[in-house]
């Protein structure tokens, strides 16, 4: 059984910083793109950030670009998502995804 469980939100102010974890089981961590979302209220999931295979490529949304930092510890079946310089606009439930399949997520928010 896929399963995923994010860890590491919560609140913080503008220009503030969180790292949020993603701990996987149940499929080949170490061989799969792994991909971060979020959905802040009322609106649909956006993507954020999606990081390839060991020593592969990133992707980022351009909103997050320069601030956000995706990577990855195959031992320990974890992707991470270092946020720098949050904003408001960056409050939203984050969640990472594989195959479709997503966990709960943790959630972000930015106020002063």
């Known amino acids: 059984e896929i399963q995923l469980v994010e860890s590491g939100g919560g609140m913080v102010q503008p220009g503030g910083s969180l790292l949020l974890s993603c701990t996987a089981s149940g499929f080949n961590f170490g061989a799969n793109v792994m991909t971060w979302v979020r959905q802040a209220p009322g609106k649909g999931p956006e993507w954020v950030a999606t990081?390839?295979?060991?020593?592969?490529?990133?992707w980022y949304a351009d909103s997050v670009k320069g601030r956000f930092n995706i990577s990855r510890d195959n031992a320990r079946n974890t992707v991470y998502l270092q946020m720098n310089d949050l904003k408001p606009e960056d409050t939203a439930n984050y969640f990472c995804?594989?195959?479709?399949?997503r966990g709960q997520g943790t959630q972000v928010t930015v106020s002063s």
């Open positions: 995804t594989h195959l479709g399949y």
């Open positions: 990081i390839a295979q060991p020593g592969g490529l990133k």
